[in-house]
């Protein structure tokens, strides 16, 4: 996860990054590149608006972000009947972490167009390293170490490793390649602000990146109908969503049997997080963002994090009520 000030390390650490090229003889473009397709979609754009607002869910969360200390917004969705709740949902938000989301459909779409090798080797070198004190696996390899590139996206999305993440963007050719696919869906609010000159005043205000609640929905919703980049490729896409390390907070909101793709995010002045639920009743999407929080500890019970995890909760239970099953907190906090 992002942490503290690491936005200002990350931007200055991946200004000398350049795209590394497959190792030689490394056995590249073998025949697991299943995600090499032509059949590609057109469009994915956010998601259109609410047919109608679930007023019932809406009373249950409105007053969470009520007594929050700090911005917040909140995108629900049921993607069975198309209800809705939207509180601020299409404010301006930091992304944090959740900026990998675009950064792992602008690499398929690379893949998809023959530019990048999931299962090639590619080399770490020391323009890729961020040296920060977070939870960063892959900038404790050795350098020159050849790893394949389908499981530098696994440490980006699973773990949330930063600097498989500026690796990535750098192998995609840049933050500008996720904003044009983004631009090109239809996406007004989110993108990804790193290492773009034009873009550096904006850099300062929200960091890495920047959503609103519905578009990170729409993102996830969009892969989950297999509408980015391919059916196949979304499907690689969710199937990567799917394995989060990072479970206190709305994972832990469902049980553990029920599968749901998850991106979250943090920084000093923000949580956030957006997961999408195969729940029993039906799938639905939760996005949650906030900024200028108050409470910037980095603890389990953070009021961000907290009021994250009792939303996710609320929300399972409230689809899905003959369900008998309570989180291990229940009643606790």
Not at 112 to 135: A, P
Not at 220 to 234: C, Y
Not at 249 to 257: E, T
């Amino acid at each position: 996860m992002i942490r503290g000030n690491l936005y200002i390390r990350i931007a200055l650490a991946a200004a000398a990054a350049i795209a590394v090229m497959p190792a030689a003889h490394c056995g590249a473009r073998v025949a697991a590149q299943t995600t090499q397709t032509t059949q590609t979609t057109q469009t994915a754009p956010p998601l259109p608006a609410d047919a109608k607002e679930d007023k019932a869910l809406r009373a249950l969360i409105e007053p969470l972000t009520k007594a929050f200390h700090g911005g917040v917004g909140v995108y629900v969705r049921n993607l069975r009947t198309g209800a809705a709740v939207a509180i601020n949902a299409d404010d301006t938000f930091p992304t944090a972490s959740m900026v990998k989301v675009p950064l792992l459909i602008a690499l398929y779409d690379q893949v998809s167009k023959g530019r990048l090798f999931l299962d090639s080797l590619y080399t770490f070198n020391d323009s890729t390293v961020i040296q920060s004190d977070d939870d960063d696996v892959m900038g404790k390899m050795p350098l020159g170490t050849k790893i394949p590139l389908r499981k530098v996206a696994f440490m980006m999305e699973a773990f949330s490793d930063n600097t498989a993440s500026v690796w990535i963007q750098s192998l995609i050719g840049g933050s500008q390649v996720a904003n044009a696919w983004l631009e090109q869906n239809g996406y007004t609010i989110t993108r990804d602000n790193s290492r773009l000159a034009e873009r550096r005043t904006i850099w300062r205000k929200w960091g890495w990146g920047m959503m609103s609640p519905r578009e990170m929905a729409s993102l996830l919703v969009n892969i989950r109908n297999g509408n980015v980049v391919s059916t196949q490729a979304s499907q690689e896409m969710y199937n990567l969503l799917t394995h989060s390390y990072w479970k206190d907070d709305a994972l832990s909101g469902i049980p553990p049997w029920v599968q749901a793709a998850d991106k979250s995010g943090w920084v000093t002045a923000s949580r956030g997080e957006t997961i999408l639920v195969n729940a029993p009743n039906g799938d639905y999407v939760i996005s949650v963002a906030t900024k200028d929080i108050q409470d910037t500890s980095g603890g389990y019970n953070n009021e961000a994090t907290t009021m994250i995890r009792h939303i996710s909760w609320i929300v399972y239970h409230h689809y899905n009520p003959k369900d008998s099953w309570r989180p291990v907190w229940f009643g606790k906090n």
